[in-house]
């Protein structure tokens, strides 16, 4: 029996050990946005706006959107390709059907691993992702992943945990030293227990000053230009600028994707 269990925490630890290789790897080339992201959005379910009174509301879209509650989905995916996939331009495009399986497969690879270049997944016929997504849009819509995936992430349970300023300060530090590794950080943005915002990013880079760490990201419900995430040094708190979705102020951040719990 004791043995048994030996064996069990010895396991355990070597899966936790190998899902820990994106942590600290180091990139060779640096997360491009006109390269890595998706050219198509996460779509809106409503629209943002202050009213006459200077209340922020919310008013249904119309007609639906049909591609929402993604952006986990697309966060996730576009850091996929980073680190699992090649393109192969000079090569011909896959038909509907290989795509698909080509797709499924880098969306089913861990993206708490990294791989050899020899061993990525070739997607042939493209430069990019980018590329990709806006000559195969549907295909990648339909086999990247549902919306159900943004809600049963595994690293949701900690968005209920009060997040203290060390931590957000720890967060900083670690998202500069991943930019510098050229390792884009997945970074879960809400505000809790009212939620006000609960969005998934892809960090990349960064902008420091003595005041404050401006860091770029890929934000999946704007893909036509990179966006912001702020950092006060002093406050030790992350904000997030007005944008279509949110009214603007502060966010409490943690990386997912990264650690074997989340």
């Known amino acids: 029996m004791a043995r048994r269990t030996m064996l069990t925490w010895l396991l355990l630890l070597l899966v936790g ?10 990139f060779e080339r640096p997360f ?8 198509f959005e996460n779509e809106l379910v409503w629209s943002y706006d202050f009213d006459g009174s200077g209340a922020w509301r919310a008013t249904a879209r119309e007609p639906a ?6 952006c986990f989905v697309l966060a996730r995916t576009a850091r996929q390709f980073f680190q699992h996939a090649r393109f192969e331009p000079a090569l011909p495009a896959p038909d509907d059907e290989s795509l698909r399986r080509l797709v499924r497969e880098v969306a089913s690879a861990s993206p708490r691993t990294v791989r050899a270049d020899a061993q990525r997944i ?4 493209y430069p990019s992702l980018r590329a990709l997504s806006e000559a195969r849009a549907d295909v990648l819509r339909e086999e990247i992943g549902g919306a ?3 809600y049963v992430e595994r690293g949701n349970w900690r968005m209920v945990i009060p997040f203290s300023r060390g931590h957000q300060a720890r967060t900083a530090r670690a998202l500069v030293e991943a930019a510098d590794a050229r390792r884009p950080s997945l970074l ?18 960064y902008v420091e000053t003595p005041e404050r760490i401006r ?8 893909p036509a230009a990179p966006a912001a995430l702020l950092y006060d040094r002093a406050k030790r708190t992350f904000f997030l600028p007005r944008n279509a979705y ?3 102020g502060r966010v409490d951040a943690y990386e997912i994707y990264h650690r074997p719990w989340y």
């Open 246 to 248: 949110f009214r603007g």
């Open 65 to 70: 959107p049909d591609y929402t509650h993604r």
């Open 17 to 26: 050990c190998a899902e820990l290789g994106y942590a600290s790897a180091r």
């Open 148 to 150: 159900v995936w943004s």
């Open 188 to 205: 879960h943005l809400v505000r809790f227990p009212r939620i006000a915002i609960n969005h998934a990013v892809l960090v990349y880079g």
């Open 32 to 39: 491009d946005f006109e390269r890595d992201t998706f050219a």
């Open 215 to 222: 860091f770029v990201i890929y934000d999946p419900n704007a």
């Open 122 to 125: 070739v997607i042939p016929g």
